[in-house]
């Protein structure tokens, strides 16, 4: 048995090993000599796995450890008896994490409190509804737009249906009160308005170029525009237009038109500019692997179903102390959310080499979630450890 693994995907390495030969490859150079005798094939984004990788080969299954999976062929693999898996949810609290970050980050630099925006969210999935939670924690009014989830109709599946029982995500609005809104409601009324949808080309609610120049055209209130789904969700050339006309006072942009080759234009009139690491928390990384691990355990029947990583590291300083008296809940939310996750150094990194795009990713520094760290408040106003119990700190005292 022979397994092709991304060289990217961390804490992987030994878990097939006992049962089959692997190879790790960058992700950009699998080629379809190297899968032609391979079993399986464990990918980031950066692998396009089609007709062209695929044909001819043995492959039984292919596990994307990411929430996105524009990268697969799936009608392919459908036609070719290729089965695949995604990792939905598995780092949707990081996004949550970067989202907060940017928000709070661009608060201060405004002189804005979160409490006076109304923030509209496109997408409803695992990472628009923790920012929902975020934001509403905040004081923000939040207004929700997710098309298929407010008719009921079933997402593109996340998986093979062979395999899609165990990861099938609950789209019914029993559980679901709050109101929807167009996304023309959200250009005319929102402050900051922030994308959380896969890229669809196609079908009933395509979201290529959701926000394009007729979209920018319907704003009113010069909002702020977060990406940190999928570059082509965003036309690059309208934003940078909106941008440079006031039409929006600015953005916030993780993911990128043609990565890694990057608008450095666009770039240069954003406020946060990121190298596509929203979800880049080790954590989520961590929660890819294992999706990826049991996907295959379970199909090429080694078992692995209670695989897990030996060991994620702790961050260096898991102790956050904020002193509360005379500061609002902004602050000491920027203090804590910050002291787990800065987005201006992150910011900082792509700025200063623009071609360094994939090593800044392929070399991102360990960034762990909240619950891995404690944080202790003195004189806390009421509201305050409530609020940030919605970003999961490990501990709040």
Known sequence: MKIVIDDKIPFIKGAFEPHAEVLYLPGGGISSEHVCDADALVVRTRTRCDKALLEGSPVKIVATAT???????????????????????????????????????????????????????????????????????????????????????????ICSPQIAAANTRKDSLADKPYEFHTLSQIAREADIISFHVPLERGGDFPTFKLASAAFFCEVRRKPWIINSSRGEVVDGHALRKAILTGEIAGAVLDVWENEPIIDTGLMDVVRFATPHIAGYSLDGKANGTVACVRALGGCLGIGMDDWAPDCVPAPTDREIKIECRGRSLDDVMRHAVVATYDIIVDDKALRADTRSFEKLRGDYPPRREPPAYRVSLKHASAGFADALKTMRFGCIA
């Open 67 to 157: 929430i996105g999976f524009d990268h697969i062929d799936t009608e392919y693999c459908a036609k070719s008896g290729v089965l695949w898996t995604s990792a939905p949810g598995c780092n949707s609290f990081s996004v949550q994490q970067y989202i907060a970050s940017a928000l709070l980050q661009l608060g201060r630099q405004e002189g804005w409190r979160l409490k006076d925006r109304t923030i509209g969210i496109v997408g409803l999935g695992n990472v628009g509804s923790k920012v929902a939670t975020f934001a509403e924690a905040m004081g923000m009014e939040v207004m929700r737009n997710d098309p298929p989830l407010q008719n009921s109709i079933p997402r593109t599946p």
